[in-house]
């Protein structure tokens, strides 16, 4: 059964470094989403994506964020300097008729 | 402002023990709404999609309802393995990207 995938499962970084998170939706998907989910809080979105440009952002996606589609199966979220507050769990999703979640990226900011 | 609440918080049950976790929605207009199970340091497994009150859907255990208000996930006859944080969200008219707004979740705990 197809599957989203992400990688790195963890990442640890200091505050103000750079990361990039990396997302491989389901192959025919069209539609790509990150979100968010701090320890304990309800999962938030971040930003969708569609026919290579971001079709809606949410006030957590400043400046500090950007997405791309670097190729036919890559979908990353980078954030350029990353602060204590961005620690959480990053879900990548796609969608047919319904969206199909990656297992998340724990990032921890130091 | 589009907005989900769920209840209870928490939830634990006996083996065998029925019971039903609600989620309220309040949105411009309903495209749709999931139900998905979350274990601890996972991403959130889809179950149910419900697009109209009244609809229903059903597997194994798990029974979703839906009305122009709410849902609610009826859990027959539960088993520790259904222990998990069950996750309400809907898809609103507001926005034509698919985005989720999430409810905090139930977290469901079954005792053998």
């Known amino acids: 059964e197809p599957e989203v995938t992400q990688t790195p499962s963890h990442q640890v970084t200091q505050m103000g470094q750079e990361v990039i998170l990396r997302c491989v939706p389901i192959s025919n998907h069209l539609y790509f989403y990150w979100y968010r989910q701090i320890l304990g809080q309800k999962v938030e979105f971040l930003v969708s994506f569609y026919n290579n440009e971001i079709s809606e952002k949410s006030e957590i996606f400043d400046d500090q964020f950007s997405v791309e589609r670097p190729d036919g199966s890559n979908f990353t979220l980078k954030i350029r300097s990353t602060k204590l507050e961005d620690s959480a769990m990053y879900f990548c999703?796609?969608?047919?008729?319904?969206?199909?979640f990656g297992p998340g990226t724990r990032l921890l900011v130091l | 402002e589009d907005q989900v609440t769920q209840s209870p918080e928490a939830l634990r049950l006996q083996e065998g023990e029925s019971s039903s976790l609600n989620c309220s929605y309040t949105?411009?207009?309903?495209?749709?709404l999931f139900w998905y199970r979350q274990d601890p340091g996972k991403g959130p497994e889809f179950l149910f999609t419900?697009?109209?009150a009244g609809e229903e859907k059903e597997k194994e255990r798990l029974k979703a309802t839906l009305t122009k208000k709410e849902s609610f996930l009826h859990i027959t006859a539960p088993k520790p393995e259904d222990s998990a944080t069950y996750l309400c969200a809907v898809q609103a008219s507001s926005s034509n990207t698919g985005k989720l707004i999430f409810g905090q979740g139930t977290t469901l705990q079954v005792k053998p």
């Open positions: 949105v411009s207009g309903l495209r749709g």
């Open positions: 419900l697009y109209s």
């Open positions: 999703a796609s969608i047919a008729e319904t969206q199909y």
